[in-house]
């Protein structure tokens, strides 16, 4: 929260906040946008704190985020450090084994999706080898001989 100088107003400065949910929920600034009915560039502004932020707009970015506005006012780094376990309550305990459970579940929801997409990229390549050697192939039938390429 930052006071301004020039009046009594405080202003919250969440918009690092969004970006860090919305990243751990594996959500695009696009695809944000889109449940907001915003453009990319008015999300960018929220993110960056370019743009005041309404309680409206707050509360539409928790439900598009399926989180509570409590939670986009506090950063998500500091629900996922780890504590001395002597700080704990029993509750507590159990409060930070579901956020780190959550955090798990996204770390591996991220890996399998950057899995998926070096998977496609594989395939992408193998197939480009397979043409490439299919052309040679022709080149070679075609003359009789093999022909060196550049």
Not at 77 to 92: G, L, M, T, V
Request: net charge neutral.
């Amino acid at each position: 929260m930052k006071r301004n100088k020039n009046s009594t107003a405080c202003k919250f400065k969440i918009g690092s906040n969004i970006r860090k949910w919305r990243n751990i929920k594996d959500i695009k600034q696009k695809d944000l946008a889109f449940a907001l009915q915003i453009s990319e560039a008015a999300v960018s502004n929220i993110e960056n704190d370019v743009s005041n932020i309404t309680v409206g707009q707050l509360e539409e970015i928790s439900i598009a985020l399926n989180i509570s506005i409590e939670q986009l006012l506090s950063d998500p780094q500091d629900k996922f450090r780890i504590h001395p376990a002597s700080a704990y309550a029993i509750n507590e305990e159990d409060d930070q084994r579901a956020l780190d459970k959550e955090l798990i579940n996204a770390i591996i929801s991220s890996m399998e999706k950057k899995d998926q997409q070096l998977q496609v990229i594989m395939q992408h390549f193998l197939h480009a080898m397979a043409l490439l050697m299919q052309e040679e192939k022709l080149i070679f039938n075609s003359s009789k001989q093999v022909t060196s390429r550049a």
